[in-house]
């Protein structure tokens, strides 16, 4: 039997993340077992502390061991660290220590949404794809530079370790680990018992863009702030680095390296992001959005547009669009 080991890191850190995991495994084990075969894993909770407690100890959780314990797990999931994930890496060195030791013994590791700060300050993201909360991007760009952040993705698979987008979707990432340690018949059957939607692969839909701009490069924020202000205009990189007195090249560079987007990416994500809203909260047709974020061709529209939220602005209105639901 393997061992699975559900991380309760001292702080206050995400409660859901732990116990649904802990409830989906435990009812993968109990499916498994129901068709004549053998538990997966042994599920347990662990961390440094006695006792963990959770919104203001309106809930705590004990965990099953101590970290100490646990001379060898073959799968570690680190949960949620909500948004004191700053704090609770300073406070869990210990864990991340572990962390790192477990995988060089063997383990696969699997990060929640902003668990994913953990598991790079223990420095096994280093080169590597990593996903976590869209909310989160910025810090997480500005603390961990060295790891290739992908928020756009629901969840990352490399060499064992594995990492999720935000929030809820951490039931997605389970049902995933489920598929790879069990097989596709109990991921069906989880997904149908807990109710998630499986297979799926982007957050996009999700994401509301804010613009990247925890960087230092003061050139680069006046270029963003000048593309922010004029949605409706096609601006081309040209003409940004030749107001700005950057050769094109240099310019490029220093925004993408500043912002994770190139030029044009930054200024198609910021006509999207207009283009959403009118979508969510007008009567506007989608031509009529599409003119207002400066497109002229549907196609071209409708193929960023899907690029960048994964769905056509159709069925973007249609999901979010209360009047156009109906």
């Given at each position: ?15 859901s ?102 598991l790079?300050a ?54 995933y ?9 109990t ?59 950057v ?6 560079r220093?925004?993408?390296?500043a ?29 009529e ?21 994964g769905m ?15």
């Amino acid at each position: 039997m393997k061992h699975l080991t559900i991380l309760v890191p001292d702080g206050e850190n995400n409660l859901s993340s732990i116990v649904g995991t802990y409830k989906i495994f435990t009812r993968a084990n109990e499916y498994a077992t129901a068709g004549g075969g053998k538990q997966v894993f042994k599920i347990q909770l662990a961390g440094i502390s006695k006792q963990v407690d959770f919104y203001d100890g309106l809930f705590s959780v004990t965990p099953h061991t101590y970290i100490s314990a646990i001379n060898k797990t073959d799968l570690v999931i680190i949960p949620s660290l909500n948004h004191n994930y700053e704090k609770a890496v300073k406070s869990n060195e210990q864990l991340i220590e572990w962390i790192a030791g477990q995988y060089k013994n063997g383990a696969e590791i699997a990060s929640v949404c902003t668990g994913a700060f953990m598991l790079a300050a223990s420095g096994l993201l280093d080169g590597k794809n990593c996903s976590t909360h869209w909310a989160v991007a910025d810090n997480f760009r500005s603390m961990f530079p060295k790891v290739n952040l992908q928020p756009d993705k629901l969840i990352t698979d490399e060499n064992g370790i594995y990492t999720n987008g935000g929030a809820y979707s951490f039931l997605n990432l389970v049902i995933y680990l489920i598929e790879k340690y069990y097989n596709r018949e109990t991921a069906i059957f989880c997904a149908k018992v807990f109710q998630v939607e499986m297979d799926r692969q982007t957050q996009s839909k999700f994401t509301i863009f804010k613009g990247q701009k925890l960087h230092g490069d003061e050139m680069v924020k006046e270029a963003q702030d000048y593309i922010e202000s004029r949605p409706d205009e096609k601006i081309s990189v040209e003409y940004l680095s030749s107001k700005f007195a950057v050769g094109r090249r240099n310019f490029d560079r220093r925004f993408t390296k500043a912002t994770g987007n190139s030029p044009l990416e930054y200024a198609q994500r910021v006509k999207i992001e207009m283009a959403k809203k009118a979508l969510e909260a007008t009567r506007k047709t989608i031509n009529e959005v599409m003119y207002e974020v400066g497109y002229t061709d549907v196609k071209a529209f409708r193929e960023v547009f899907r690029k960048i939220t994964g769905m056509s602005p159709l069925e973007y209105k249609a999901r979010y669009n209360k009047e156009a639901a109906v």
